[in-house]
């Protein structure tokens, strides 16, 4: 976690969130959404305040939280999960992915992810010794799109090279990484990749963790979670957060589902890490699952149009832009403008537009293909209210 020149690594998130306060640049970094929660779930933490509920939250998360994932998963996916031993609360995504890797992975162990990933996942590679291989996620071409179905007007944009994945992962690898809706490219992982992961799971007896955090957030097609395929369930782990679908991201309330044991295992590592957090939230977050699909559906739909709005303009400015299907982000290559290296790119636009974005390259590993492939690449948050995009876009066609 030390940079070249020996000084502590900050995040790029936290990086570029610096240079926007100090520079006054709109900030489309970060993925911060501007919308707030449900009226329903802001009074129930309210509510929970005020009736006292402030001190410790049992480890494995209250029980009117634990019942309502357990219901969440199976209204919206038809999975059967029992709330007193396969639900553990966690002080957000972050907790559970960091508790996971603690928990079941051992020094020289190999975790397979796909490439680029959400930075957590190398970090926590390294602090638990474990070597991270990497699947390049490649762009589509139509030849290798699955078959356009009425449910999915928006075609994935990126998908895995199903051979790549099958001679990344061998005996070696403990668990393999699944993050769909996927950060940063906002692709749906489909069904038929999913399968294709549970079978090279199971042919090398891998454990599968999945980071669905934007799984309520899939406007350009059907979120699917791998634990519904076929003989995923008893080798998977779901992670997913309150931050993402109620747009709370500072509550830091997460879950996991998993099989007993490996929650069991989870659970002895996280009660070491923050034991429990957010009991109030944690309470407020339990009404807010129980929320009508309408709610659900309607935030969907204003990400998806705020997405559409941001891809829009960034490809009338000249930007080669691959529309997300899901999720918080718009990412597109700056090369067609010139750029060469998108940190400096990003770097400049902050600079001489007042616009800040993430260089997709820092979700890939220094070198790696990957790296190269999205090597001028910028992502842009679109969680943000229509007069903070209205600006960043008035911004950069000035530049
Ligand atoms: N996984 C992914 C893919 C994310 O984008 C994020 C949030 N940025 C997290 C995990 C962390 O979620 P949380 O804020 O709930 O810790
Ligand atoms: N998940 C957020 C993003 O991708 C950042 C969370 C963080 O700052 N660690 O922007």
Same mark, same amino acid.
């Given at each position: 976690?030390?940079?070249?020149?020996?000084?502590?690594?900050?995040?790029?998130?936290?990086?570029?969130?610096?240079?926007?306060?100090?520079?006054?640049?709109?900030?489309?970094?970060?993925?911060?959404?501007?919308?707030?929660?449900?009226?329903?779930?802001?009074?129930?933490?309210?509510?929970?305040?005020?009736?006292?509920?402030?001190?410790?939250?049992?480890?494995?998360?209250?029980?009117?939280?634990?019942? @309502?994932?357990?219901?969440?998963?199976?209204?919206?996916?038809?999975?059967?999960?029992?709330?007193?031993?396969?639900?553990?609360?966690?002080?957000?995504?972050?907790?559970?992915?960091?508790?996971?890797?603690?928990?079941?992975?051992?020094?020289?162990?190999?975790?397979?992810?796909?490439?680029?990933?959400?930075?957590?996942?190398?970090?926590?590679?390294?602090?638990?010794?474990?070597?991270?291989?990497?699947?390049?996620?490649?762009?589509?071409?139509?030849?290798?799109?699955?078959?356009?179905?009425?449910?999915?007007?928006?075609?994935?944009?990126?998908?895995?090279?199903?051979?790549?994945?099958?001679?990344?992962?061998?005996?070696?690898?403990?668990?393999?990484?699944?993050?769909?809706?996927?950060?940063?490219?906002?692709?749906?992982?489909?069904?038929?990749?999913?399968?294709?992961?549970?079978?090279?799971?199971?042919?090398?007896?891998?454990?599968?963790?999945?980071?669905?955090?934007?799984?309520?957030?899939?406007?350009?097609?059907?979120?699917?979670?791998?634990?519904?395929?076929?003989?995923?369930?008893?080798?998977?782990?779901?992670?997913?957060?309150?931050?993402?679908?109620?747009?709370?991201?500072?509550?830091?309330?997460?879950?996991?589902?998993?099989?007993?044991?490996?929650?069991?295992?989870?659970?002895?590592?996280?009660?070491?890490?923050?034991?429990?957090?957010?009991?109030?939230?944690?309470?407020?977050?339990?009404?807010?699952?129980?929320?009508?699909?309408?709610?659900?559906?309607?935030?969907?739909?204003?990400?998806?149009?705020?997405?559409?709005?941001?891809?829009?303009?960034?490809?009338?400015?000249?930007?080669?832009?691959?529309?997300?299907?899901?999720?918080?982000?718009?990412? @597109?290559?700056?090369?067609?403008?010139?750029?060469?290296?998108?940190?400096?790119?990003?770097?400049?636009?902050?600079?001489?537009?007042?616009?800040?974005?993430?260089?997709?390259?820092?979700?890939?590993?220094?070198?790696?293909?990957?790296?190269?492939?999205?090597?001028?690449?910028?992502?842009?948050?679109?969680?943000?209210?229509?007069?903070?995009?209205?600006?960043?876009?008035?911004?950069?066609?000035?530049?």
């Amino acid at each position: 976690l030390l940079r070249a020149d020996g000084r502590p690594a900050q995040t790029i998130f936290a990086e570029m969130t610096e240079l926007a306060t100090s520079t006054g640049a709109v900030n489309l970094g970060q993925g911060v959404p501007e919308d707030g929660a449900p009226p329903e779930v802001l009074e129930a933490a309210r509510a929970a305040i005020a009736d006292g509920r402030n001190q410790y939250a049992p480890g494995i998360g209250v029980p009117a939280l634990r019942r @309502a994932v357990a219901e969440h998963q199976r209204r919206w996916y038809g999975l059967d999960v029992d709330p007193d031993r396969e639900v553990v609360v966690t002080a957000g995504a972050t907790e559970a992915i960091a508790a996971v890797l603690l928990a079941l992975v051992e020094p020289g162990d190999e975790i397979v992810a796909i490439e680029p990933y959400y930075d957590e996942y190398a970090a926590l590679a390294g602090l638990t010794d474990a070597k991270l291989v990497t699947v390049p996620l490649r762009r589509a071409t139509v030849a290798t799109l699955p078959p356009a179905s009425g449910a999915d007007p928006a075609p994935p944009r990126f998908t895995i090279d199903p051979d790549e994945l099958a001679s990344a992962v061998t005996d070696r690898t403990r668990l393999i990484i699944v993050n769909t809706p996927h950060n940063p490219t906002g692709a749906l992982l489909p069904r038929e990749t999913l399968a294709h992961i549970v079978r090279v799971a199971e042919r090398h007896n891998a454990l599968i963790v999945t980071d669905e955090v934007y799984e309520h957030l899939a406007y350009g097609g059907t979120h699917t979670p791998i634990a519904a395929i076929p003989g995923a369930r008893d080798r998977t782990i779901t992670i997913s957060s309150a931050g993402k679908t109620f747009s709370a991201t500072g509550w830091k309330v997460g879950w996991l589902t998993a099989p007993p044991s490996l929650a069991q295992s989870v659970l002895m590592v996280k009660q070491y890490l923050t034991y429990s957090n957010g009991t109030p939230f944690q309470h407020a977050v339990a009404v807010g699952l129980g929320l009508p699909d309408a709610v659900f559906e309607g935030r969907r739909q204003d990400l998806g149009r705020r997405a559409a709005k941001l891809a829009d303009a960034l490809a009338r400015l000249g930007l080669d832009v691959a529309r997300p299907a899901a999720g918080y982000f718009v990412c @597109a290559d700056a090369a067609p403008l010139g750029a060469r290296d998108g940190a400096d790119f990003a770097r400049t636009l902050a600079s001489e537009a007042g616009v800040v974005s993430i260089p997709v390259a820092s979700f890939c590993r220094d070198g790696s293909e990957a790296g190269r492939t999205f090597g001028t690449w910028l992502r842009f948050a679109a969680c943000k209210h229509d007069a903070t995009l209205d600006e960043a876009i008035a911004r950069l066609e000035a530049r």
